[in-house]
């Protein structure tokens, strides 16, 4: 099994670069992600509208398919999750006086909740990053839900830094970071 290749609860899960013709199925995994938050109640997070209806969203995907390294979850051939690292934060983020790359959009089509995705996508993304020789991958999310995606990330190996409040104070965030 070569670093692409993770397997979780019996699927595996092969992790594959993305790119520009990927654009569209980016957006369809994130509206999914949303449909599926939506579905639990959770509408604080992202809102209740499809993300390929937000042009910032857009403009957002396009520019780390430009500028950064998307990554593409498959389970048994078909898309089930993605991931954006870059070299940096989103603006609303102070950067640090360090290299680092920094996880963006992780999200799983909810047909594949619940089978590792996103865990193997962190996973690859620690790897790319010691890959790079760099020792810091941040990100930020949500804090909101009791915290629920917060304690996600910390069960993969990230450690709560700074918090911040987006939106007009309404969108509480958290920033992690793992020491690689």
């Known amino acids: 099994m070569d670093d692409l290749e993770h397997t979780s609860i ?36 992202w809102g209740t509208e499809p993300l390929s ?16 390294s998307p990554w593409i979850a498959e389970v048994g051939g078909e898309p089930a999750g993605m991931l ?3 070299d940096g934060p989103g603006s609303y983020i102070p950067p640090v006086d360090e290299p680092e790359q920094y996880v963006h959009y992780l999200a799983t089509d ?7 995705v996103g865990r193997a996508l962190l996973a690859h993304a620690a790897a790319e990053t010691r890959r790079r020789g760099i020792s810091l991958l941040r990100v930020d999310c949500y804090a909101g839900n ?12 990230f450690v709560k830094t700074e918090a911040f409040t ?8 958290q920033v992690l970071e793992m020491r690689l």
Do not use: C
Request: glycine share 16%.
């Open 166 to 173: 987006e939106k007009d104070g309404t969108w509480p965030g």
């Open 53 to 68: 209806r937000n042009p910032k969203v857009v403009e957002a995907i396009e520019k780390y398919v430009a500028t950064g």
């Open 10 to 45: 019996g699927n595996p899960i092969r992790i594959r670069p993305g790119g520009p013709a990927d654009i569209p199925l980016f957006l369809g995994i994130l509206d999914s992600a949303v449909e599926r938050l939506v579905a639990r109640g959770r509408t604080k997070q």
């Open 146 to 157: 009791e915290g629920r995606l917060v304690a996600y990330y910390e069960s993969n190996g």
């Open 84 to 86: 954006m690292l870059t």
């Open 110 to 116: 909810h047909r594949f909740g619940g089978l590792g």
